[in-house]
């Protein structure tokens, strides 16, 4: 079965730095686009990023455009958000999701927590 | 950047048809893709394509899209569809994906 599972969330302070993990198992990964989405807490859905199959194409949402990026290991069949300069407002439970019509799969979320 | 606006909340009485919209500029030209997410739980895929349900989705929900108004559809309602609801576009003029704000449906 499709299995999403985040990891590398934590409490970290204002302007350091952060990965996610995404690991996924039960299909061939390498073949499907891949996006992170955040969920700031009481608050709705917010998509963060997308990485196309085979990682050549990469967008990113304007609030974390040129602080986050988005990767995948398609030979660890992992996928990756890299946050540097982390503010108060990217505190969130963040998602991963799989693309196929529409995001058919997710992740339980980590939670990050940008704090002083 | 593409705007996707909901209503915050939607009630309906167990049984009743619930109908839950999504508006965009022209967002009958995009495919539309709902979600629905219970608390502490992640979203689950309900409607794909506009109109087009996951295996598992019971035949209740159901969904349209046209001119500058998508909407989700809950026939018979019951107190298990208690959840919220968020739809969600690619807009290929930005290459961003977009949520709506998303619509508590409560069950009275």
């Known amino acids: 079965q499709v299995r999403l599972v985040e990891s590398g969330g934590g409490v970290v302070q204002p302007g350091r730095s952060l990965r996610l993990s995404c690991a996924a198992s039960?299909?061939?990964?390498?073949?499907?686009?891949m996006h992170w989405v955040r969920q700031a807490p009481g608050k709705g859905l917010e998509w963060v990023s997308i990485?196309?199959?085979?990682?050549?194409?990469?967008y990113y949402a304007d609030s974390v455009k040129g602080r986050f990026t988005i990767s995948r290991d398609d030979s660890k069949n992992t996928l990756y958000l890299q946050m540097n300069s982390l503010r108060l407002e990217d505190t969130a439970i963040y998602y991963c999701?799989?693309?196929?019509?529409?995001?058919?799969?997710w992740g339980q979320g980590t939670l990050v927590t940008v704090s002083s | 950047s593409y705007v996707l606006t909901q209503p915050p909340s939607v009630s309906v009485a167990p049984g009743a048809t619930a109908r839950i919209t999504c508006a965009g500029n022209?967002?009958?030209?995009?495919?539309v893709h709902w979600y629905q997410q219970k608390p502490v739980q992640a979203p689950i895929l309900v409607i794909y394509?506009?109109?087009d349900r996951p295996s598992g989705i019971p035949e209740r929900f159901s969904g349209s899209n046209s001119g500058n108004t998508a909407t989700l559809t809950i026939s018979r309602v019951e107190a298990g569809d208690e959840a919220d609801y968020y739809c969600?576009?690619?807009?290929?003029?930005?290459?961003?994906?977009?949520f709506g704000g998303g619509t508590k449906l409560t069950v009275l």
């Open positions: 969600q576009v690619w807009d290929s003029s930005s290459d961003h994906s977009v």
């Open positions: 990485i196309s199959y085979g990682g050549s194409n990469k």
């Open positions: 039960g299909f061939t990964y390498s073949n499907y686009a």
């Open positions: 394509y506009d109109t």
């Open positions: 999701a799989r693309e196929e019509a529409g995001l058919d799969y």
């Open positions: 022209n967002i009958g030209s995009k495919s």
